[in-house]
């Protein structure tokens, strides 16, 4: 269980180490301030209806209730350990899994867990806007609990930071709390999360796709060495689930209501689909295209020395790395990895070690692919012909074997003014997302009510019903 007596809930057994339990309590009030100037605007006062972990276990998520957000149990919750847990894959495999950080990989571990650390609160900052325009009291409480989940993960990689890295650490923490998405002298460290999130179909694609992104570095990083990082990180993936349905479900909802809508009046065109008041698929389309598009660059150069040293060191895992069979060495192994030649779009063959970046966001495109998948079942359903496709990997990238090229969204190779020429057919031009900001324009806050744009979930939270307050606005 965890223990909520103290100042900072945790189950790591935090009062009996008081230097660190001081060196954290100097960090709270620092990381309150900063949710109250970058967490959910005009939002302190209200009372949310969210799930807080009393427990690390499974059936641990119970607990519900009413909690103003700046008082919500952020703590540091790692899963249980286990005292077999090996090395189990690189040059250290079959050693027991480090308790401590082996002093060779402490600054390449420094800045694994500080890179994931910067996420977290770039993701709240960049859906800070977006209560006041939301569809729902349903869909208010959940990105709100997106959010304060979000700020526990960065307390997840805070807690490592302190606990692990020393003096180094403590600085890099306060840093966590210092850079600012989207800013341009003290940006977050990885470009998608530096993009605006303007609206709410922004909001379900980022969940969607970015979370995702979390979700599989999450997973090699739960495969780790480094027993606590490993432990930090399963337990976030069970946070990291509820995201990525919230996103899911969110753009299939938009979907649902605008394929009805169409149905019901038969029509067709985007530009009818506008006049009443939905968002037409072409625009849905562009905007997956753009979130697809600039996650996949947050995985990394198809070819790393980087992320073959992770993984030699046995810092960072494949996706499910234990359940694969293998060497877990990949002494031997080859890997394809694109590359553009002349004006053709080629595949070679690269030591799996150093395409291990590649191999993490094939693995992530395939369950991106499934996701998509249901999503156009919506519109086959409501018989309507219209394929959501995701684009060709090599479109729109920025990092990578494709960086520099201009590709399109079926992957020809093509020439900048060819491209510029099509940009938006492909991406969300500026009046798109201005019609889709101008469905958004206030709060939808009556009990049970849903805006026009979006079809109701399919049930409410915890067994309440759609009509139920989930937040009280005080
Ligand atoms: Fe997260
Ligand atoms: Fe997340």
């Known amino acids: 269980m965890i223990n909520y007596t103290e100042k900072i809930p945790n189950n790591v057994d935090l009062g009996r180490d008081r230097v660190l339990q001081r060196a954290l309590e100097h960090w709270q009030p620092a990381y309150l301030s900063w949710w109250y100037d970058m967490g959910p605007n005009e939002s ?5 209806y969210l799930r807080t972990a009393t427990s690390v276990e499974p059936d641990g998520w119970a607990q519900f209730d009413y ?29 027991p899994a480090w308790q401590d950080v082996p002093g060779e990989y402490r600054s390449i571990l420094r800045r694994i867990i500080v890179t994931q650390g910067d996420t ?14 939301c569809p729902s ?37 306060e840093s966590l709390l210092a850079r600012r998405s989207g800013d341009t002298d003290n940006p977050r460290i990885l470009g998608a999360f530096n993009e605006p999130t303007p609206d709410w179909l922004a909001f379900y694609m980022f969940t969607f796709f970015t979370d995702r992104d979390g979700k599989f ?15 930090t990180c399963r337990f976030m993936l069970t946070e990291e689930a509820h995201h990525m349905f919230v996103g899911e479900s969110g753009v299939s909802r938009i979907i649902q209501r605008t ?54 060191s046995g810092l960072k895992g494949r996706f499910r790395e234990t359940k694969l069979e293998d060497d877990h060495t990949l002494r031997d192994a080859m890997y394809p990895v694109s590359e553009v030649v002349g004006n053709k779009i080629n595949t070679k063959q690269v030591p799996a070690l150093t395409a291990l970046n590649e191999r993490l966001r094939d693995d ?53 003014e060819q491209w510029k020429a099509h940009e938006f057919e492909w991406l969300p031009s500026p009046k798109d997302y201005s019609y889709v900001q101008s469905l958004m324009s206030g709060r939808v806050a009556e009990l049970g009510k849903f805006a026009n744009w979006i079809a109701p979930p399919v049930k409410g939270v915890n067994g309440q019903p759609l009509d139920f307050q989930y937040v009280r606005f005080n």
């Open 44 to 48: 302190h006062n209200f009372e949310v």
């Open 67 to 95: 909690v103003k957000m700046p008082e919500y149990r952020w703590g540091i919750f790692l899963q249980p350990r286990d005292e077999k847990r090996q090395v189990n894959f690189g040059i250290h495999k079959g050693q």
């Open 120 to 133: 977290e609160p770039a993701s709240v900052e960049q859906q800070k806007m977006l209560g006041l325009s």
């Open 137 to 173: 009291l349903y869909d208010l409480r959940n990105i709100f609990q997106v959010n304060v989940e979000e700020g526990r993960h960065l307390w997840a990689m805070v807690y490592l930071l302190h606990r692990y890295f020393g003096r180094d650490g403590r600085e890099e923490a």
């Open 217 to 231: 570095q999450l997973c090699a990083l739960a495969e780790s060495g480094f027993d606590p990082l490993a432990r």
């Open 259 to 312: 394929c009805d809508v169409m149905k019901e009046n038969k029509i067709d065109a985007p530009a009818d689909v506008r006049a009443l008041g939905v968002i037409d698929l072409q625009t849905i389309q562009r905007y997956l295209n753009f979130h697809y598009s600039v996650t996949l660059d947050l995985y990394g150069s198809d070819v790393s020395s980087n992320a073959a040293n992770y993984y030699t």
């Open 364 to 416: 992530y495109i395939e369950e991106i692919q499934a996701g998509v998948n249901r999503w156009q079942r919506v519109i086959d359903e409501a018989g309507i012909a219209f394929r959501l496709t995701l684009p060709h990997k090599g479109f729109h990238r920025e990092i990578g074997n494709f960086t520099g090229h201009f590709i399109s969204t079926t992957g020809e190779i093509l020439t900048e």
